[in-house]
């Protein structure tokens, strides 16, 4: 605790750092604390954004399960991909890969915290529905346009900051009732 007794993120990630199991990711969600397993499925959606990004963004800009603190109460997130700006540590893309046991996170609390934080694209991929869902235009603590489709085509991003079309006929799903590899 601190002088005041309010406990804080730093707080809160130094004391897990020595707790996490290998093979899982952490992080903090308005003070709740969610370890998810990090699975090959995930792992090559969350590579095959990167590798596309790097048509556009030189490999400092981009950053994957790295912690970044977000608005609202103690939001320590550690995104799936994440590419910030040239001239700013601003991120203007996140993805999310959905895992089961956090999806409610990547649909509710931490889309909001992107919204308020002005992320300009917002990515959901869920291997599980076999759809991606686009969140942008950020204003007012909420996104105003919205997007989904199936995996197989092609996510256009050009009309945003992020200027490139990102293809999805490459992301695996998990099969209907198979547990997640």
Known sequence: MTDGGALTLD?????????????????????????????DT???????????????YPIKRLLSD????????LNGFAPDVVALGE?????????EVISRETAGND??????AYAAAGVPVYLIVDPYTAEWHLHTLPRDGRYHGYVR??????????GTVVGLTLRTDG???????????
């Open 66 to 73: 790295v912690r970044r603190d977000y608005p609202g109460h």
């Open 87 to 95: 001239d700013s540590p601003e991120a203007e893309f996140v993805a």
């Open 107 to 112: 649909y509710g609390p931490k889309k909001a």
């Open 171 to 181: 992301f695996p799903r998990y099969a209907t009732g198979a547990k997640p590899r």
């Open 149 to 158: 489709f199936g995996f197989g085509g092609e996510i256009d991003l050009t």
């Open 42 to 56: 995930h792992w090559d959606i969350t590579i095959g954004i990167l590798e596309q990004l790097r048509a556009r």
């Open 11 to 39: 707080m809160m990630f130094e004391w897990l750092e020595g707790l996490v199991p290998e093979g899982y990711k952490y992080e903090i969600v308005g003070g709740h604390v969610f370890f998810t397993p990090q699975r």
